[in-house]
């Protein structure tokens, strides 16, 4: 591939949670003169070695990303890293078990979510000048000025279900994608989210395991007594990437208005429904931002439950009657049921209200000067992708041009000859240079 000057580089995990707020900083970027190569997460990481210099944006900067944090910054890669598992987390313990003091070595900058954030990270590290408060991009799509951008979806949504109510779980360990629950274990004890050697640690790790599975058992109830009972009201459940999705529709099967679908992001499916709810998901929290009334099941109190963001600004249910009664009445009343305002919530979400995220993260990526030498862009070989992977991260090169065009027109972007700029270099991996 030929030299660019400028590249960035935007690795994505989960394309349903990630894809779009990388893309509006891509279109951005792409706007500014950037090249970037946007896509597979794991496949990035296996072309380390054959990448030009240029700006890596990390999604995260726990113990399992700084392996290949490390090879980028040996490789003159600059490296920036905004940790998305903790943008709905209001708990400094939480956000410290994500964030190992090698990542104030490794990172050129860490972008916090809020103040909330930055303050960890401020009494942690005396390089106060790599710490930029940002927002998260995510945040910005959930605002009114993109609403454009899910408007085809949420249409067909609503053509497809009608009024009906969200059900967002949450269950990665009751209901994992791995069957192996010991190497479900191992992927939390390489994040750091496990010390094996801890016994405060590991008797945190089993009662969430208890609480998942209390929070499991009142969803089910909840799911089944909707359907029941509630009349013109269908009901979609929308398993989380961790999840086993074929046995979430096994589970539900034979209930005629109850429809189990994992398809695209979540935020369509959020604005067109009527009512969310999920167990202490950070999609509640975004249903706030989003304006949306949203309920929390709570079977009860534990370490988790109450460094979830979403717990402070949604209604709380502590059983699968409780929310039903909730609900029932809210169809009913149209019953107010957030206390968003009583949070100040752009202590934790720096974008929350009318800042840009993305324009923040923009003019950083702008400023940064990095030795570019010259050796070119050169990919290998792709590696053969786990199905899991594909699983989590599939997009199609329509699905980016599509997206960059919307972005670009929401927000009056400069970019021209996309098709011809943008090239497929390996399975959900893109690089589109800069015209």
């Known amino acids: ?83 998305e598992e903790v943008m709905a987390l209001s708990d400094f313990n939480a956000i410290e078990k994500m964030s190992s003091e090698h990542i104030y070595d490794i990172c050129d900058y860490i972008l916090c979510n809020g103040q909330f954030e930055y303050t960890l990270h401020k009494s942690r590290n005396k390089d106060k000048a790599k710490l930029k408060i940002t ?27 009608g009024n009906f109510i969200l059900i967002n779980t949450n269950f990665a360990f009751c209901n994992s994608i791995w069957d192996d629950k010991d190497q479900l274990k ?56 961790g999840e086993n999705f074929q046995k979430t529709k096994e589970q539900y099967k034979g209930l005629h208005n109850v429809s189990v679908v994992r398809e695209g992001s979540h935020v369509p499916w959020t604005l067109a429904s009527s009512f969310l709810v999920h167990t202490s998901c950070t999609t509640g929290l975004e249903a706030a931002v989003a304006s949306k009334k949203a309920i929390s099941i709570v079977p009860y109190k534990i370490w988790y439950s109450e460094q979830i963001l979403s717990n402070k600004v949604n209604y709380i249910a502590n059983n699968y009657k409780d929310a039903f009664g909730f609900i029932s009445q809210f169809y009913e009343s149209e019953k107010k049921i957030s206390n968003f305002e ?40 792709p590696a053969e992708m786990q199905k899991i992977s594909k699983d989590k991260c599939s997009i199609s090169i329509n699905e980016v041009i599509s997206s960059i065009n919307n972005i670009s027109f929401i ?21 589109i240079a800069a015209q």
């Open 1 to 83: 591939m030929n030299h660019v000057s400028k590249i960035a580089y935007l690795p994505i995990e989960f394309s349903a949670r990630e894809f779009h707020s990388k893309i509006a900083l891509a279109s951005h970027l792409i706007a500014n003169g950037f090249a970037v190569l946007i896509g597979q997460q794991w496949e990035i990481y296996n072309q380390l070695n054959n990448l030009q210099p240029g700006i890596f944006l990390f999604k995260s900067h726990n113990k399992i990303h700084q392996n290949a944090m490390l090879i980028a910054k040996n490789n003159g890669h600059k490296i920036i890293s905004l940790e």
């Open 135 to 161: 927002g998260n991009p995510r945040i910005d799509l959930l605002k009114d000025h993109y609403r454009p951008l899910y408007k085809e979806k949420i249409n067909k949504i609503i053509e497809a279900y």
């Open 186 to 241: 191992n992927i939390y004890i390489k994040a750091g989210g496990l010390n094996k050697n801890d016994s405060k640690s590991i008797k945190d790790y089993d009662d969430y395991l208890d609480w998942e599975n209390a929070s499991f058992k009142e969803i089910d109830n909840l799911v089944k007594v909707l359907s029941e009972k509630i009349e013109g009201i269908n009901i979609v459940v929308r398993p989380h990437p």
């Open 342 to 381: 009583d949070v100040n919530l752009e202590f934790y979400l720096h974008n929350a209200y009318s800042k840009n995220s993305i324009k923040e993260i923009l003019c950083i990526f702008k400023d940064i000067k990095y030795t570019n030498d010259e050796i070119g862009f050169y990919f290998n070989r």
């Open 411 to 431: 927000d009056n972007l400069n970019i021209t000859g996309l098709e011809k700029s943008i090239s497929q270099v390996a399975e959900s991996l893109f690089y």
